[in-house]
């Protein structure tokens, strides 16, 4: 926390901006550092006269960020805007504490211009404040001074008559008329410490008001620096000899296990963290009573639930197997508990009227000597969790530094995390993609077909780890389609499909990226063609090697990471009409491919208990896009035609009964039949798609 910020503002590029683009710029700036507010968290206003879209009298306008934004990313239309003086006038409707969340049902008669976006409900606590450019934000270092035991104190000792501090209350309209009459009374305040929450401070232009609330950031964490005991949390009490690829390889035994066991109700992604502020917290001596208090800032108990759960070993020992077994040994007592005490906190703290019990599963799970995982709905989710959690860290360590930390009162974070109006939210989300929560491993992921089906999975919502040799093609597959969908949802590993061990290495990533595998789609090929009589020991090798061991060893691995979720699973294999049609000067292929063929039927019949299904796409004739065909396959397989190879494509179409070319669309659309529960009673079964091809019917 010693590391200051400094300011990135531009003035030459401020130059030219009007009052709102300036804002969404400081908004920006100050959203693109985690140390100053997290992803989704915080939020920024300022106060601009306009003029009336009816009268074109100039009005004063709130502009602030709206409901679900995020300050980092968001753009002009993220803010809501409201006539300031209706805002004041809703002082006269308030009828209380009990009548908080009415309020927020008149912010939509505030609303200026028609503007559609929701504004949320910390609007009042910027109306109130009578300062033009206001910023609350929640930095580690100035929240673990509102989340220290004698907070008001340290406030007056660090900031002097510069900030006010106001005891704990729920956001809301009541602390927003605390926080405009505390700033009307005193004029010379900055801004205000909320206990527990976070940060408000203001100005009279968006600059001063970015460099204002970078300079109180910079005054809280220069004094936990000079204050730092350091002996973070009662110092070590377990050792640090596990070294990364340890740690990674006993993370990624546990996190499809622990997945499998948590996603009763919903399918979850995982995420995985042994960053160097996990490992000094979850090795030390404070580690367990501190997780058990849980987070106090309000962003971070909502994205990380009331506490995390701790799995914990003998720090004496540091064989990986021995600590994966002992693990798994008591996991199931371990989560049983936690879902115990989280439905026991629920019966103690529900009102009537409170929303029925969520998911009793944790969120964030903590492991002595190996570092973090997070679980959530979807991979941003899981990933911002836990961003939030290494923040609480760091607010945790301040705040011991400074006199011990306090946690949220537990009736309070309740009433946080079962608001009516975040139930609302909830219930306004979309509903989940067909594939939400499930995680697809596809080889050959940057050719063709491979590129195509990773893009139909993700526009049915799930994640996808595209493996490749190709580290160059695979680079580009994966931009562009993280492009499309973001970076949270696409991950690349590299991968020769014949090497076991490569095989292994790849799928301990996904686990450790996504938490596990619930569909593989074996695609990696190559193509030969010869006269049997001129096909070589080593072009017969290289095509079993490929396509038939290659397929085996990624299939196993899939299986076993799927056996161990037992949540069932789908594995898809890209063979070939040649599978089940012999080609002339092909031998070696088509052995091949109809060995997969085979395979995938013997792993349905033993998969099927498990519900682990396995299914076949048999393309034909796949030119577009297709790595395989850009090599000598095509002149090879032109010439067994005995036809030039620019007429190969349309000797193809001519071939198939619906006289169509087969794109590698058309594959990816099968595969994601057999991905989704559209195909919940189909294993063992064939999937041609090659416009018809009459010798290929497979019955």
Same mark, same amino acid.
């Given at each position: 926390?010693?590391?200051?910020?400094?300011?990135?503002?531009?003035?030459?590029?401020?130059?030219?901006?009007?009052?709102?683009?300036?804002?969404?710029?400081?908004?920006?700036?100050?959203?693109?550092?985690?140390?100053?507010?997290?992803?989704?968290?915080?939020?920024?206003?300022?106060?601009?006269?306009?003029?009336?879209?009816?009268?074109?009298?100039?009005?004063?306008?709130?502009?602030?960020?709206?409901?679900?934004?995020?300050?980092?990313?968001?753009?002009?239309?993220?803010?809501?805007?409201?006539?300031?003086?209706?805002?004041?006038?809703?002082?006269?409707?308030?009828?209380?504490?009990?009548?908080?969340?009415?309020?927020?049902?008149?912010?939509?008669?505030?609303?200026?211009?028609?503007?559609?976006?929701?504004?949320?409900?910390?609007?009042?606590?910027?109306?109130?404040?009578?300062?033009?450019?206001?910023?609350?934000?929640?930095?580690?270092?100035?929240?673990?001074?509102?989340?220290?035991?004698?907070?008001?104190?340290?406030?007056?000792?660090?900031?002097?008559?510069?900030?006010?501090?106001?005891?704990?209350?729920?956001?809301?309209?009541?602390?927003?008329?605390?926080?405009?009459?505390?700033?009307?009374?005193?004029?010379?305040?900055?801004?205000?410490?909320?206990?527990?929450?976070?940060?408000?401070?203001?100005?009279?232009?968006?600059?001063?008001?970015?460099?204002?609330?970078?300079?109180?950031?910079?005054?809280?964490?220069?004094?936990?620096?000079?204050?730092?005991?350091?002996?973070?949390?009662?110092?070590?009490?377990?050792?640090?000899?596990?070294?990364?690829?340890?740690?990674?390889?006993?993370?990624?035994?546990?996190?499809?296990?622990?997945?499998?066991?948590?996603?009763?109700?919903?399918?979850?992604?995982?995420?995985?963290?042994?960053?160097?502020?996990?490992?000094?917290?979850?090795?030390?001596?404070?580690?367990?009573?501190?997780?058990?208090?849980?987070?106090?800032?309000?962003?971070?108990?909502?994205?990380?639930?009331?506490?995390?759960?701790? =799995?914990?070993? &003998?720090? $004496?020992?540091?064989?990986? +197997?021995? #600590?994966?077994?002992?693990? *798994?040994?008591?996991?199931? %007592?371990?989560?049983?508990?936690?879902?115990?005490?989280?439905?026991?906190?629920?019966?103690?703290?529900?009102?009537?009227?409170?929303?029925?019990?969520?998911?009793?599963?944790?969120?964030?799970?903590?492991?002595?000597?190996?570092?973090?995982?997070?679980?959530?709905?979807?991979?941003?989710?899981?990933?911002?969790?836990?961003?939030?959690?290494?923040?609480?860290?760091?607010?945790?360590?301040?705040?011991?530094?400074?006199?011990?930390?306090?946690?949220?009162?537990?009736?309070?974070?309740?009433?946080?995390?079962?608001?009516?109006?975040?139930?609302?939210?909830?219930?306004?989300?979309?509903?989940?993609?067909?594939?939400?929560?499930?995680?697809?491993?596809?080889?050959?992921?940057?050719?063709?077909?491979?590129?195509?089906?990773?893009?139909? =999975?993700?526009? &049915?919502? $799930?994640?996808?780890?595209? +493996?490749? #040799?190709?580290?160059?093609? *695979?680079?580009?597959?994966? %931009?562009?389609?993280?492009?499309?969908?973001?970076?949270?949802?696409?991950?690349?590993?590299?991968?020769?499909?014949?090497?076991?061990?490569?095989?292994?290495?790849?799928?301990?990533?996904?686990?450790?990226?996504?938490?596990?595998?619930?569909?593989?789609?074996?695609?990696?090929?190559?193509?030969?063609?010869?006269?049997?009589?001129?096909?070589?020991?080593?072009?017969?090798?290289?095509?079993?090697?490929?396509?038939?061991?290659?397929?085996?060893?990624?299939?196993?691995?899939?299986?076993?990471?799927?056996?161990?979720?037992?949540?069932?699973?789908?594995?898809?294999?890209?063979?070939?009409?040649?599978?089940?049609?012999?080609?002339?000067?092909?031998?070696?292929?088509?052995?091949?491919?109809?060995?997969?063929?085979?395979?995938?039927?013997?792993?349905?019949?033993?998969? $099927?208990?498990?519900?682990?299904?396995?299914?076949?796409?048999?393309?034909?004739?796949?030119?577009?896009?297709?790595?395989?065909?850009?090599?000598?396959?095509?002149?090879?397989?032109?010439?067994?035609?005995?036809?030039?190879?620019?007429?190969?494509?349309?000797?193809?179409?001519?071939?198939?009964?619906?006289?169509?070319?087969?794109?590698?669309?058309?594959?990816?659309?099968?595969?994601?039949?057999?991905?989704?529960?559209?195909?919940?009673?189909?294993?063992?079964?064939?999937?041609?798609?090659?416009?018809?091809?009459?010798?290929?019917?497979?019955?």
């Amino acid at each position: 926390m010693s590391v200051l910020l400094n300011t990135l503002w531009d003035d030459n590029r401020a130059l030219k901006m009007s009052e709102s683009e300036l804002l969404l710029y400081r908004s920006n700036l100050l959203g693109s550092d985690l140390r100053i507010t997290n992803f989704g968290g915080g939020n920024t206003s300022a106060k601009i006269f306009s003029p009336d879209p009816l009268s074109g009298d100039p009005v004063e306008v709130l502009w602030v960020k709206g409901s679900g934004d995020d300050l980092g990313s968001m753009h002009q239309d993220g803010f809501a805007t409201l006539y300031l003086d209706r805002l004041l006038r809703l002082r006269a409707l308030y009828k209380g504490l009990d009548h908080e969340d009415e309020m927020v049902g008149y912010l939509p008669h505030c609303t200026f211009d028609l503007n559609p976006r929701a504004a949320s409900i910390d609007t009042p606590l910027h109306a109130f404040i009578p300062h033009a450019h206001i910023d609350h934000m929640h930095p580690d270092s100035v929240i673990a001074i509102a989340c220290a035991k004698n907070s008001q104190a340290l406030t007056k000792e660090i900031y002097g008559d510069r900030l006010g501090w106001l005891p704990w209350q729920r956001p809301g309209f009541d602390l927003g008329l605390k926080l405009g009459d505390m700033a009307r009374e005193n004029p010379d305040l900055e801004g205000v410490i909320l206990q527990g929450h976070g940060l408000f401070s203001w100005a009279d232009t968006s600059k001063a008001c970015y460099e204002r609330t970078l300079d109180i950031i910079n005054i809280s964490a220069q004094w936990l620096a000079q204050n730092d005991d350091q002996k973070s949390f009662g110092g070590p009490l377990v050792s640090t000899a596990l070294d990364t690829a340890a740690r990674q390889e006993i993370a990624a035994a546990l996190m499809p296990v622990i997945r499998g066991k948590i996603s009763e109700t919903q399918a979850k992604i995982g995420h995985f963290t042994d960053a160097p502020e996990v490992l000094t917290f979850v090795n030390s001596a404070q580690l367990a009573p501190l997780a058990a208090i849980g987070t106090s800032c309000p962003d971070h108990f909502l994205r990380t639930k009331i506490r995390p759960l701790v =799995l914990d070993f &003998d720090p $004496a020992n540091t064989a990986p +197997a021995k #600590i994966i077994n002992h693990c *798994l040994q008591t996991l199931d %007592q371990r989560l049983d508990a936690y879902r115990d005490a989280y439905a026991a906190y629920y019966k103690r703290c529900a009102h009537a009227n409170s929303p029925a019990m969520r998911d009793g599963n944790a969120v964030v799970y903590l492991l002595p000597g190996i570092g973090m995982m997070t679980f959530a709905a979807n991979k941003a989710t899981a990933r911002i969790a836990a961003e939030f959690y290494i923040n609480a860290i760091n607010v945790m360590r301040g705040a011991q530094s400074a006199g011990g930390y306090v946690g949220l009162p537990e009736q309070e974070a309740f009433d946080i995390e079962y608001w009516l109006l975040e139930e609302a939210k909830l219930q306004r989300l979309p509903k989940p993609k067909r594939l939400a929560g499930k995680t697809a491993f596809i080889t050959g992921a940057a050719g063709g077909i491979g590129a195509a089906t990773a893009r139909r =999975l993700l526009q &049915d919502g $799930a994640c996808v780890m595209l +493996a490749d #040799i190709d580290q160059a093609a *695979l680079d580009a597959c994966a %931009q562009d389609l993280a492009n499309d969908f973001s970076n949270d949802v696409v991950a690349t590993t590299l991968c020769d499909v014949t090497k076991e061990d490569a095989v292994r290495q790849a799928f301990a990533e996904t686990c450790t990226t996504f938490g596990g595998v619930d569909i593989l789609v074996s695609n990696a090929g190559i193509a030969s063609s010869a006269p049997l009589d001129e096909t070589s020991l080593d072009l017969w090798n290289r095509n079993i090697d490929v396509l038939t061991t290659g397929y085996f060893l990624v299939a196993r691995e899939a299986y076993m990471v799927m056996k161990k979720q037992a949540r069932g699973g789908s594995i898809i294999f890209i063979s070939s009409k040649n599978a089940l049609v012999a080609s002339a000067n092909a031998a070696a292929y088509c052995t091949a491919k109809a060995a997969e063929v085979h395979l995938a039927r013997s792993i349905a019949l033993e998969g $099927a208990p498990l519900g682990i299904r396995c299914n076949v796409v048999n393309p034909d004739a796949v030119l577009h896009g297709s790595k395989i065909w850009s090599g000598d396959w095509k002149k090879e397989r032109a010439a067994a035609y005995a036809i030039d190879a620019d007429k190969l494509e349309e000797h193809y179409r001519q071939r198939s009964l619906l006289k169509r070319n087969v794109l590698p669309q058309d594959i990816a659309e099968a595969v994601a039949f057999f991905a989704t529960e559209r195909s919940a009673k189909s294993t063992g079964n064939i999937i041609n798609v090659d416009a018809g091809h009459a010798p290929a019917f497979t019955r």
